[in-house]
């Protein structure tokens, strides 16, 4: 509104304009007033309340909309059917198996992959000639696409437990060979000369040097590979598994049983949070733990 | 501590890399003398091999022509032998001042406990108390050139090379700096081979300064500082002071004229 208030017409402004450059007067065209757009913030009940609503609202309009028949439940299921499974599930069924099973599958994996990948990405330091060798399958492992491996992983390690930490491994050793190479190379020569030129030995540089600044790339991925070990483990346990959340799914989705399928989607949903939530604390206390 | 063998020697040391576009000489033989307790300056363009000296005293670099001898012992190739402080601070994020200050010392397997209780009076005594347990982030860059400055005093060798060590501070910093160096120097009793652009700052700390050239490196001029110790700031202003540094500017003043020459013709 004020725009327009200020300027008649845009036919007027260009003439005036060309008028003023002509005479090369010194007053410039009147610019049409702006302020900095302000936000309010809303105080912290109003988003969380908002927050809230949109979830009951969603879940009412689901329930509402089966028991209406405006969605098919046989295909969606519905909140109710999906408690009253939920229920089931924890009281008499294979819930408590289920979590373990996959929860030790992601974090053996995880802590493989990581702390093997990690040792890989600094050994790099050791020698060029042998980084040099390395660094091209490093390469070509990390574009093959992991999960297209894991149905030959199954055959080779087996159903049980072994074969899903296998594949999660897979997915988070690669990621961080990478990282740990990037601390490697991004390291200051002139500091491993101040160390020559103290009389350090090979073993000392890499102690004292080499591992403690490459440290914080090591931790920053600890978030990311917690995501793909976990990835990993349900995808194994989709391929072949007598226990799991994701075998759990892939049961109840080929029997039908959708309400059972929303269940274990959202107890992995959970056990996914729960482990990167803990994960982001270790690696904030690491990094603590680093700076000083 | 005799006269008769300088405590370092750089004898007909010379350095020729070998680059794509063929041989790069970057020293001509070279050759110094400095007896225990010494202070001497490197001056010289940019790229006239100050750094390649002291890259090869340190063992870093083995040259291609010449030895090093510390105490008339051969030296050449050998690390760990003197305390060499590069441009950079390269005090580690991850430590605190105390355990950046010892580290030479913790190479050298002291046990750590000794050797905290010997850095921390030094700390003290030169300017970072209340710092030891701060990391270095948290210090200015005169203090952070002051610890790094002690790392290498208590790596506890007798002669020190010191590569532009005041270079990145700022000219009231600088000053400030130089005092304390003296300080140090005279307490520690060290020989110290100190490499700079400034010319001044060569003259006010030294007992004697080697004019570089370049191309290849090489020392075009030795003059003796014989200025009585402990110097003032005001000397800098004396006849006999401005004598020498107008010899040292005229010297790299033709030196550079002739090197672009050089340039020119090539």
Redo the contacts between chains.
Sequence with gaps: MAVQDTSPSVGAMERLDREQASVQSATPAAKPVRRLPVQKDWPAWALISAQIGILIGALSLWEIGARAGWIDAFFWSQPSAIAHTMAIFFASGDAWTDISFTFRSTIFGFLLGTTAGSLLGLSFWWSRNYAAIVQPYVICLESIPKLALAPLIILVFGIGLVSKVAVATALTLVVSTLTAYAGVKAL?P??E????????SRL?VFR??VV?FC?PWIISVLRVNIGLALTGAIVGEFIASQHGLGRAILYAGQTYDIALVWVAVLVLSTLAMVMYATVSWVEGMLRKG??? | MSSSAPKLCVADVSMTFQTRSGAFRALAPVTLAIPQGRFVSLIGPSGCGKTTIFNIIAGLLEPTGGRVLIDGVDATGTIGRVGYMLQKDLLLPWRTVLDNVILGMEIQHVPLRAARERALPLLHRYGLAGFEYLHPNALSGGMRQRAALLRTLLFDTDVILLDEPFGALDAQTKLKMQEWLMQLWSDFNKTVLFVTHDVEEAIYLSDEVHVMATRPGRIIATIPVPLARPRIRGSVLTGEFLAIKERCLELLHLEGTASEQINEAA
């Design positions: 200051d002139d500091g000369k101040l160390f020559y030129s103290l009389g350090a000392q004292k040097l403690p440290l680093v700076r000083q």
